[in-house]
């Protein structure tokens, strides 16, 4: 299928990822003073304009700010309606702020202490979420059990391949106070990746925006929903500003994954281009879309 006005075919599948929304019981405002439940509903309406029909909306860990239960049914409340309009599949992820009985009771009614690991599929899309969260502590890491599930989870590649979604990212971390709460498993991860299927690995916990590469797999982080990290602090140090927030969609092409970011707030806009531009360049040829969008005038 070939829908836009340039070389390559649709994407297979779109993906929205977010991340970090640090959600409190009764939408209270995290440190007294950010408004994370109504950032989340900004990020979330800009998102379903950017990507309407995506096939999944992940969540990767930090869904809440202190594991609260009511907390988890806000999440649901405020997630779950957008991804029913697009289509999507929600994929949640577990972060050191989250805990992991809270999770299961209020997402799936099930009373379990284990690591919130899961696996989706979406037409021929494998999406795992690793739970890289550890018990009284906000670094992060995973066990011999979950490395043989993740292991069996993989053994089998999926038509379209896998995206693995794990809270902490396995990259070096720029903010050097957030080094102390990296992910501490990294050859293990390796080890377990290795001839696998896994195309990119979505990450948050830095509430940054970036990308790196591990074991030769792309890193995709989603900056935070709720507050951002301003790394103008300088790498030793660590300033939260409540602006600059956004989200990320992926496109899943059968050689490639294309990233893109999702401003998280409204902001004053440029005079757009006309309304029918697309229909004017679709109703084109190549040669007359060149002319009449790239030529310089």
């Known amino acids: 299928m070939h829908d836009g006005l340039g070389q390559h075919p649709?994407?297979?599948?779109?993906?929205?990822h977010l991340s970090d929304?640090?959600?409190l019981a009764g939408g209270a405002l995290l440190g007294g003073a950010i408004d994370t439940a109504g950032h989340l509903r900004d990020a979330l309406a800009r998102l379903e304009l950017a990507a309407p029909t995506a096939d999944a909306l992940v969540i990767s860990?930090?869904?809440?700010?202190?594991?609260?239960p009511e907390a988890y049914a806000l999440l649901r409340e405020l997630v779950e309606p957008v991804a029913a309009r697009m289509g999507a599949i929600v994929v949640y992820a577990a972060g050191n702020h989250d805990e992991r009985a809270p999770m299961w009771r209020a997402l799936h009614d099930v009373e379990s202490a284990a690591p919130y690991d899961h696996v989706h599929e979406v037409a021929g899309l494998r999406i795992v979420?690793?739970?890289?969260?550890?018990?009284?502590?906000?670094?992060?890491?995973f066990d011999d059990g979950q490395a043989?599930?993740?292991?069996?989870?993989?053994a089998t590649p999926a038509e379209h391949g896998t995206l693995l979604v794990m809270h902490h990212p396995p990259l070096p971390y720029r903010a050097r106070i957030m080094q102390v709460l990296e992910f501490r498993d990294e050859?293990?991860?390796?080890?377990v990746l290795a001839g696998s299927d896994v195309r990119a690995i979505l990450s948050g916990h830095l509430h940054v925006n970036g990308s790196g590469t591990f074991a030769g797999i792309p890193v995709?982080?989603?900056n935070a929903t709720s507050y951002a990290d301003d790394l103008a602090a300088g790498p030793r140090g660590f300033q939260g500003v409540d602006a600059a927030q956004s989200a990320n969609v992926l496109e899943v092409y059968p050689s490639t994954i294309a990233h893109s970011v999702v401003p998280g707030r409204a902001h004053p806009s440029l005079t757009p281009l006309p309304t029918d531009l697309h229909a004017q360049l679709a109703a084109l040829?190549?040669?007359?879309?060149?002319?009449?969008?790239s030529r310089k005038r």
Not at 61 to 68: I, Q, V
Not at 148 to 154: K, S
């Open 148 to 154: 043989e599930w993740l292991a069996d989870a993989l």
């Open 61 to 68: 860990g930090d869904c809440t700010d202190l594991g609260e």
């Open 21 to 23: 929304t640090h959600l």
């Open 285 to 293: 040829d190549a040669r007359g879309r060149t002319d009449r969008f």
């Open 129 to 141: 979420s690793l739970d890289t969260s550890l018990a009284g502590f906000h670094h992060g890491a």
């Open 220 to 222: 995709i982080l989603a």
């Open 187 to 191: 050859p293990r991860l390796a080890e």
């Open 10 to 16: 649709a994407p297979t599948h779109v993906v929205a």
